[in-house]
Nanobody
Framework: QVQLVESGGGLVQPGGSLKLSCAAS????????MGWYRQAPGEQRELVAL???????SYPDSVKGRFTISRDNAKNTVYLQMNSLKPEDTAVYYC????????WGQGTQVTVSS
């Protein structure tokens, strides 16, 4: 089973930036479209960024223009650059395949607050 380890979260002021990383334990990573998801308290987990095997990306309107997903297949790692952060971006952030096929990692907490 592939293990996912997210990192890079923290406390940031509104308008600030963070870059999240997610490392996968297996080289099969390169064969999958990958996504970043987030879950706020009391809310369902939602997809916030998607990157295909070929590097095409897509985002929901809520983060479009502020978040950028990228991947480094040599390092089995997917990244999420988050700019212009808003309080409503506060959540635990996770990565997984686009079809949520692997076990979830522990996530990384992002808190946007002044």
């Amino acid at each position: 089973q592939v293990q996912l380890v997210e990192s890079g979260g923290g406390l940031v002021q509104p308008g600030g930036s963070l870059k999240l990383s997610c490392a996968a334990s297996a080289s099969i990573f390169s064969g999958y479209a990958m996504g970043w998801y987030r879950q706020a308290p009391g809310e369902q987990r939602e997809l916030v960024a998607l990157i295909t095997r070929g590097g095409s990306t897509s985002y929901p309107d809520s983060v479009k223009g502020r978040f950028t997903i990228s991947r480094d297949n040599a390092k089995n790692t997917v990244y999420l650059q988050m700019n212009s952060l808003k309080p409503e971006d506060t959540a635990v952030y996770y990565c997984n395949t686009a079809l949520r096929q692997w076990s979830w990692g522990q996530g990384t907490q992002v808190t946007v607050s002044s």
